[in-house]
């Protein structure tokens, strides 16, 4: 099984709208994406880190995607 890796902010982004996912919107903290009812949250632009895998994970079980059709787009 291929594994996660983690991505910067703006890779993040792209490979959500790949899914459909419109956006990011302002709202108020953090930024936010979405597709019909899901809201996907979007960490802070200001971070210079790159999203770690565990938030890429939680992001996967709200789309209710597989781990496979993430790595694959």
């Not at 899914?19 to 949250?41: A, N, T, W």
Request: aromatic letters at 8%.
């Amino acid at each position: 099984m291929p594994k996660l890796k983690s991505l910067t902010r703006k890779e993040f982004i792209k490979k959500l709208r790949k899914f459909g996912l419109e956006g990011p919107f302002q709202g108020g903290d953090h930024q936010f994406m979405c597709l019909r009812q899901c809201k996907i949250k979007i960490p802070n632009q200001h971070s210079q880190k790159d999203i770690p895998k565990f938030i890429i994970q939680l992001t996967i079980r709200q789309l209710k995607i597989s781990r496979d059709e993430w790595i694959n787009l």
